[in-house]
């Protein structure tokens, strides 16, 4: 693997309370930074920026500056109950939204200081995921009763569906290009819808695509490639599986037996992807290949979340 820049950075946190931001074409760890004592890392990401990341957990939403030596956050978000899912930003970084199990999902303006919630939307369930829509106006929402939501943020518009009754949904993604959304739950299914809109809608009409019996223990992540080609599950039965998005049918398995394979991130040209497991390690992989080309070891737990978005290019 070749990089553009000495910068590549990738991001990792667990349950053993820290964050560690690696050199991603090394494995060298750069950096190490705590979390809250009682909670592990529930999700990271970067600001569009690069410079902070921010990261969630039990009641807490944390920013860290990434450009300084300092390893105390230098914003934390108050007001927050229960455990805090996902969070993710805008593309120019003006407001960040957050889930959570206290049943919302909350819009922060990121532009005041100190940031505070500018919206809220309720899922009158908790909230295991949400992501955002490259349109960057509707967002994607996971519910624990098995409820799919799509909101509008600036209209309020929004609808709900459910794909599978006594089924928890524990992420959902949008793929680059707009086109497909999926939801993955507890059962191991992950539900493709394919999206529309058109200039008289508020909010993207949701067409039912496809069912993918994909694992046989709970889906934890489900993330679509930039390119829009690929779409990866991982769960609690060791494996990660890329699915193929012009049928999705199944391309790769990628298997870290007796795991939990919590978390995954693909490079921006979607021919690796990180993964994150419950034996404390985050790996590289090499999609073509199925190979494994390196391991960032150095947590004492499982890592539970990682956040990468910078580019690669290939060798």
């Given at each position: ?5 000495d910068?590549l950075?990738?991001?990792t ?27 592990q890392?529930?999700a990271?990401?970067?600001t ?16 860290y500056?990434l ?5 105390a ?6 007001g ?6 996902r969070?993710g930003?805008?593309?120019?970084g ?37 992501c955002?829509?490259?349109?960057q106006?509707?967002?994607a929402?996971g ?5 799919v939501?799509l ?9 709900q569906?459910?794909?599978e009754v ?5 992420d959902?993604?949008i ?15 992950c539900y ?29 992540r ?5 390119d829009?080609?690929?779409l ?16 999705f ?9 007796n ?12 021919k690796?992807?990180f993964?994150?497991?419950?034996d ?5 992989w090499k ?9 960032y ?10 956040s ?8």
């Amino acid at each position: 693997m070749e990089t553009t820049e000495d910068q590549l950075i990738l991001a990792t946190g667990g349950y053993d309370h820290t964050i560690k931001v690696w050199q991603a074409h090394t494995g060298n760890c750069i950096k190490t930074m705590r979390f809250v004592e009682t909670s592990q890392v529930n999700a990271l990401d970067r600001t569009p920026d690069k410079t902070r990341l921010a990261a969630c957990g039990y009641q807490c939403i944390r920013l860290y500056d990434l450009e300084s030596n300092c390893t105390a956050p230098v914003i934390n978000f108050d007001g927050v109950q229960k455990n805090v899912t996902r969070l993710g930003f805008q593309e120019d970084g003006n407001w960040m939204f957050t889930a959570g199990e206290d049943h919302r999902v909350r819009i922060w303006d990121m532009m005041s200081a100190p940031p505070h919630c500018s919206r809220v939307f309720d899922c009158q369930a908790p909230v295991n995921a949400a992501c955002l829509h490259p349109n960057q106006v509707e967002i994607a929402m996971g519910s624990q009763n098995g409820g799919v939501y799509l909101w509008d943020v600036k209209s309020e518009v929004h609808e709900q569906l459910v794909p599978e009754v006594d089924a928890s949904i524990q992420d959902v993604a949008i793929s680059p290009d707009g086109h497909y959304m999926a939801a993955a739950n507890n059962k191991g299914n992950c539900y493709i819808w394919q999206l529309s809109s058109s200039p008289s809608q508020h909010l993207s009409t949701m067409s039912p695509k496809k069912k993918i019996q994909a694992h046989s223990r709970s889906i934890l992540r489900c993330k679509f490639s930039p390119d829009s080609r690929l779409l990866v599950t991982t769960s609690g039965d060791g494996t990660a599986c890329i699915w193929k998005t012009e049928d999705f049918t199944k391309w790769r398995e990628l298997s870290i037996k007796n795991y939990w394979v919590w978390d995954a991130a693909f490079s921006a040209d979607s021919k690796w992807l990180f993964t994150a497991s419950s034996d404390g390690i985050a790996r590289l992989w090499k999609l073509h290949t199925k190979n494994c080309v390196r391991d960032y070891t150095g947590h004492t737990k499982a890592i539970t979340a990682l956040s990468f978005k910078d580019e690669i290019v290939a060798d």
